[in-house]
């Protein structure tokens, strides 16, 4: 059961669960509050007294949110074996996802392979998913579960060795295989080097972490077919790891400027956008000044602001006055010296 309830039935009565407490799920919570506090937070002194349309009209999200007393745990229990974080309960939703290994995944030299997808309705147990994922690399790697939707709860990224799925909890759909590209040839050493290791979800987008690889960003507009945004810039940096600039749309032809930066040790990111707020940027530049450590881009603006940016360092560099007003080029000779 999904817990979609229509509004003026909710404000009317008060629907509460309970369940039995289970084993160790990681859960997507969302608090809940008493039905006299959510229908004061959706609804003004005048809408309690309007007609239930209007009760409707000003019932927030929020606060429907708040009406449903969402269980605090379930019962279901996965009965093959699953690894530690690799089940995921969304409160929000009322459904528990797993991937687990069973006949179907076995291999008979590399034993269980961890890459059955499961989902279960945590209101009765019952199953509502299942797919068996290809192989990633090897039949012995198992996928990863990865919450990348905290705000609303509802996507969950499926993370192989080279390649990725986005599961829809609330749509209980599965994403095509997503195998993220780069402008550039990648050179891996091993198995490991090339892992997709980490994701972060920003906006509409979900930025991900390939291990020498570097960063790479999906549009999650729809969910079920992610498009792969290209990285506006490259660089190798001096370490051999690379550096990607990524101009990704807000509203319109504003953009942000992301330059995301994953820490290996603490396994997190830092997206590190560019500008103050989103803004047009002229986009046509010569294609030999994206492979280099400076870059210089300008806003499309009366006075085509430029915005400098060392690849190296992952950080913009902040530009006098009297040097924002020159000519690109000595802006660039500027930078060099001063960084």
């Known amino acids: 059961m999904r817990y979609s309830i229509n509004i003026i039935t909710v404000f009317l009565a008060s629907v509460v ?18 039905q006299n506090q959510a229908v004061n937070k959706g609804t003004s002194d005048s809408a309690n007294t309007g007609t239930s349309e209007e009760i409707a009209k000003n019932f927030t999200p929020e606060a429907l949110e708040e009406v449903v007393e ?11 074996e699953v690894y530690e974080g690799n089940q995921q309960w969304f409160r929000g939703q009322g459904v528990l996802v797993a991937i687990t290994a069973d006949e179907s995944t076995f291999d008979e030299s590399l ?17 509502i998913f299942r797919e068996v994922l290809p192989i990633s690399v090897s039949a012995d790697y198992p996928y990863y579960l990865t919450p990348i939707d905290s705000i609303k709860g509802e996507l969950v990224g499926v993370l192989g060795s080279d390649r990725f799925f986005i599961y829809d909890v609330a749509n ?43 960063s790479f960003v999906y549009n999650m507009t729809i969910p079920e077919t992610p498009k792969q945004e290209t990285a506006f810039a490259e660089y190798k940096q001096q370490d051999g790891s690379f550096a990607a600039l990524f101009l990704l749309k807000e509203e319109g032809d504003e953009v942000q400027a992301v330059l995301p930066e994953y820490d290996l040790n603490k396994r997190r990111f830092s997206l590190n956008p560019l500008l103050e707020e989103a803004a047009e940027i002229n986009q046509q530049i010569n294609k030999n000044a994206l492979n280099n450590r400076y870059i210089i881009l300008r806003m499309q603006d009366g006075d085509r602001t430029p915005i400098a940016i060392d ?3 992952n950080k ?24």
């Open 111 to 127: 034993g269980a392979g961890h890459r059955l997808l499961l989902a279960y309705d945590t209101e009765d147990c019952s199953e």
């Open 70 to 80: 969402l269980p605090e745990s379930h019962d279901c229990q996965i009965e093959t």
């Open 311 to 313: 690849m190296e360092t």
């Open 172 to 214: 209980n759909r599965l994403s095509k295989t997503l195998n993220p590209k780069f402008r550039s040839n990648r050179q891996y050493e091993d198995a490991q080097s090339g892992a997709i290791i980490g994701m972060e979800t920003w906006g509409r987008y979900v930025i991900g972490y390939v291990e020498d690889g570097g």
């Open 316 to 339: 913009r560099v902040e530009l006098p006055a009297d040097i924002k007003t020159k000519p690109t080029q000595e802006i660039l000779t500027w930078v060099k010296a001063n960084s």
């Open 17 to 34: 669960f309970s369940c039995t407490p289970t084993g160790n799920d990681t859960t997507n919570s969302v608090a809940s509050d008493t």
